[in-house]
């Protein structure tokens, strides 16, 4: 059976198979109903979503799912993905569901679910939903969707907390538990919205602390999203903190549960870079936990040099926080993320959120009495290249003779200071050579080798 889960919840392009009102529908209907069963009572869903235009339709068609299979639901209204995932977990609802493409254009959307824990929906319950997709699927015969919103009948109780009442409930959280005696005064930041889910309230988390804050792309229109703006595209936001000599820049994408950063000079702080001044500072208050740092196959080789010379580890997972709060749940660590600012703390959420990341950054600032370019000395990152190279069949790289050997040279060539990553992607006919090392004109000679023996053995 097709999957229509990914690691990061359902998304594609909204009113398309499976973004489409009857689709949504029968989704939302299957997970009341798998909850009903599992729980024998009726069960609560919290539903919210970022600022697309068709979010309030796609909420609608899940809500009368839910409705239909006995569920009672509240919605958020719009809202980060991490602030569902608190909600899901606090009011205690039995699942959470967010409405969000995260960082894609506007065009685009999404589903993701949470369980109680805070943590993504389990897999076999995604498996039983997509079986339930499907068998409608077979019932029904499939017409091109619309844009347009459906024409949605509620016929089961809503319970009536206001939108705002909780939004509330999450700000509050962030200020007073996460931020608590944590003072910002004298601290000029400013905030890239990226035209998202965060854009009504995340100055209110920051002055609410004592900061003096400046908000840009935070008028929201329905398809101005993530449009030139937000975590994706920083030079804005580097203009604006030189221009309103800030303290910090930070810039969310559409659904907030990532942040990147630009310091007092205007110079990015990626993901990579954030880890190591949270490392460091955490460390240094024994809330590092076994000393170990949780990333991606992706995080610069940089990170774990710069790790490594203060007595700490980094263990790497395949791309993806789905994969990064597993391990770090495994192993018990305190600290995990992604280059993207996709940072997750577990003994504080077991969502990503870009909020709770800004300010375990700002109080690493505050109480280390330091700039963020202070705080990030000791990183350095190292030069990178990466090939895409064509291929007929993905065979295992480890069944190739020529293959193994060119790769196997190349580590040896790079030692402890550089690295090879050999790995297919996950949509496309492609086998992606990805080299780090010190010298640029290298990696690029050995990229080039490599990617030329994989042509020779497997290309298309």
């Known amino acids: 059976m097709k999957k229509l889960f990914g690691t990061d919840g359902m998304r594609g392009e909204a009113g398309v198979f499976p973004l489409d009102a009857a689709t949504v529908d029968?989704?939302?209907?299957?997970?009341?109903?798998?909850?009903?069963?599992?729980?024998g009572r009726t069960p609560l869903i919290v539903i919210g979503r970022d600022t697309r235009e068709s979010g309030d339709w796609l909420e609608r068609a899940l809500a009368s799912g839910a409705a239909k299979a006995g569920a009672e639901w509240k919605s958020a209204g719009v809202i980060?993905?991490?602030?569902?995932?608190?909600l899901a977990r606090t009011l205690p609802a039995d699942a959470g569901i967010v409405i969000s493409a995260s960082h894609n254009v506007y065009s685009d959307n999404g589903i993701k679910i949470f369980a109680p824990s805070g943590r993504k929906l389990d897999e076999e319950t995604e498996r039983l939903i997509e079986s339930d997709v499907f068998a409608e699927l077979d019932r029904r015969t499939l017409t091109n969707p619309s844009l347009e919103s459906p024409n949605i009948s509620i016929s089961a109780p809503v319970v009536t907390d206001s939108v705002g009442d909780l939004r509330i409930r999450y700000v509050d959280f962030l200020v007073n538990e996460i931020g608590q005696h944590l003072d910002l005064n004298g601290i000029t930041l400013v905030l890239d919205c990226a035209n998202g889910a965060a854009s009504a309230f995340a100055a209110e988390v920051f002055e609410r602390l004592g900061a003096k804050v400046k908000s840009i792309n935070n008028h929201p229109d329905g398809h101005n999203i993530n449009l030139g703006c937000g975590s994706l595209h920083m030079q804005g936001l580097q203009h604006e903190v030189l221009k309103q000599n800030a303290d910090l820049g930070i810039a969310f994408d559409g659904d907030a549960d990532r942040s990147l950063f630009v310091d007092a000079h205007g110079q990015l702080i990626n993901g990579d870079v954030s880890l190591w001044i949270l490392a460091r500072y955490m460390h240094s208050r024994d809330q590092l936990h076994h000393d170990t740092v949780v990333a991606t196959v992706m995080s610069n080789i940089g990170l774990e040099?710069?790790?490594?010379?203060?007595?700490?580890r980094l263990v790497r997972t395949d791309v993806g926080d789905k994969y990064v709060?597993?391990?770090?749940?495994?192993?018990?660590?305190?600290?995990?993320?992604e280059q993207s600012g996709h940072i997750?703390?577990?003994?504080?959420?077991?969502?990503?959120?870009?909020?709770?990341?800004t300010l375990c950054v700002l109080r690493a600032m505050t109480e280390e009495s330091k700039a963020l370019h202070e705080l990030a000395v000791g990183f350095e990152t190292f030069p990178q290249t990466l090939v895409n190279v064509p291929v007929k069949v993905k065979q295992p790289f480890t069944e190739v003779a020529a293959i193994?050997?060119?790769?196997?040279?190349?580590?040896?060539?790079?030692?402890?200071?550089?690295?090879?990553?050999?790995?297919?992607s996950g949509t496309e006919p492609l086998a992606r050579v990805m080299i780090e090392g010190e010298s640029q004109d290298e990696i690029e000679k050995h990229a080039r080798e490599l990617a030329g023996v994989i042509q020779k053995s497997l290309g298309a």
Request: hydrophobic share 40%.
């Open 305 to 312: 040099i710069a790790l490594k010379s203060q007595g700490l």
């Open 26 to 39: 029968t989704v939302g209907r299957s997970l009341g109903t798998r909850l009903k069963n599992k729980l």
């Open 344 to 357: 997750i703390f577990p003994n504080l959420s077991l969502a990503g959120d870009g909020l709770i990341t």
């Open 404 to 424: 193994q050997k060119a790769a196997s040279d190349i580590e040896t060539d790079l030692g402890l200071r550089g690295r090879l990553l050999l790995r297919y």
């Open 80 to 86: 980060t993905t991490p602030g569902v995932a608190y």
């Open 325 to 337: 709060l597993e391990e770090l749940v495994r192993l018990g660590a305190s600290l995990g993320g």
